[in-house]
């Protein structure tokens, strides 16, 4: 190694010039009937915590008048 390599990266990795900005991660919301629809289509029916979750979006269904 010469003393000019010094400042030179060590990784064979090219280093970008500028970052990406930061996106925070983020939920979607979903009404109660979407969150239902989702549950439905990619859970399985007889799961008991898939279970609760439904009756608890009919409670919520109940008290917003949906």
Request: with cysteine; glycine share 4%; charged share 30%.
């Amino acid at each position: 190694m010469n003393s000019t390599d010094v400042h030179k990266p060590m990784s064979s990795i090219p280093v970008t010039k500028g970052r990406k900005p930061y996106v925070a991660p983020a939920c979607k919301r979903l009404s109660p009937a979407e969150a239902k629809e989702l549950l439905l289509s990619h859970g399985d029916p007889e799961d008991p915590v898939l279970q609760h979750m439904l009756k608890r979006i009919e409670e919520i269904e109940k008290h917003s008048g949906s």
